[in-house]
């Protein structure tokens, strides 16, 4: 039995309602119980924006956490409101880009993933929400690669379909960049 309860946060625009949404997508490809739970500020771009996702093998009784088993982080204002939502043993992944003052918790294991410089250097901007999936997965294999593409392939409209494989390729680039603390 798993069950992996996720708060996404950052600035809208960052892609966190989307990485989220494909998240939840790759959960229904394998059968999963899922739900996503977008909040934002009243501002779309550079308001804050954050999303729960939740993925199990059963049914799931509430939408509405307090507490979370990981928690990914792509600004300081997100960090100071959810590093202390991370369930003991939980995880928190945070792109250094955004933070300037890292997380400090030691009951908890901290990852940090250069997703932004990455983005940038690779020429994957479009694609810097898939950086930080690949470093998720990677540390919480909860689903399966293929199911993260056909997940991407139905929540992106056909005329961007070809941007898939270069989705995908950020995706393998933050396996590899993510690093623990």
């Known amino acids: 039995m798993m069950t992996y309860e996720i708060i996404i946060a950052g600035f809208g625009g960052q892609g966190v309602l989307s990485m989220g949404k494909i998240l939840a997508y790759s959960g229904l490809m394998e059968n ?17 924006a954050n999303v729960t996702v939740i993925l199990s093998d059963e049914k799931i009784s509430s939408p509405i956490l307090n507490q979370y088993d990981i928690a990914i982080i792509l600004n300081q204002p997100s960090l100071a409101k959810f590093e202390n939502t991370v369930k003991p043993g939980g995880i928190l992944i945070y792109d250094g880009y955004g933070i300037v003052t890292p997380p400090t918790r030691k009951d908890i294991k901290i990852y940090e993933i250069d997703a932004m410089n990455t ?20 540390v919480a294999p909860m689903v399966k690669l293929d199911s993260v593409m056909n997940g991407l392939k139905k929540s992106l409209p056909e005329r961007h379909h070809k941007l898939l494989p270069m989705n995908e390729k950020a995706i393998l680039k933050g396996m590899e960049t ?4």
């Open 32 to 48: 999963k119980e899922v739900s996503w739970f977008p909040s934002y500020g009243p501002e779309q771009r550079g308001g804050t």
């Open 119 to 138: 983005a940038v250097t690779e020429g994957y901007e479009k694609a810097f929400n898939m950086v930080i999936l690949g470093g998720m997965l990677k």
């Open 178 to 181: 993510i690093v623990e603390k």
